[in-house]
């Protein structure tokens, strides 16, 4: 099976967001206060919705586009996709 697109960004994204929780959970056993680590996990949730958004995209080109044969099925996906991204932002 081949990749999809943007599969080492979504690794690598994860590999940064891993080491932010890492970050996170060293800030509450140093007693860091409540406003800072709640900001970060402002961050690691918004680097999480952006890897998500990526891989649905991907998923979206790959695993969906890429199967459709039909051409008015397939402008109807695309007008989906224009209304999902328009939701997702």
Do not use: W, Y
């Not at 940064?16 to 402002?42: A, N, T, W, Y």
């Amino acid at each position: 099976m081949d990749k999809h697109e943007h599969i080492e960004d979504i690794i690598s994204r994860l590999s940064k967001i891993e080491g932010h929780v890492r970050g996170i959970k060293k800030m509450l056993e140093e007693g860091k206060p409540c406003d800072e680590v709640l900001i970060q996990f402002s961050a690691v949730k918004a680097a999480l919705n952006k890897a998500s958004k990526i891989l649905l995209e991907d998923h979206f080109n790959h695993c969906v586009m890429s199967k459709v044969t039909n051409k008015n099925l397939e402008n109807k996906l695309i007008d989906f996709k224009k209304a999902l991204d328009k939701f997702l932002n």
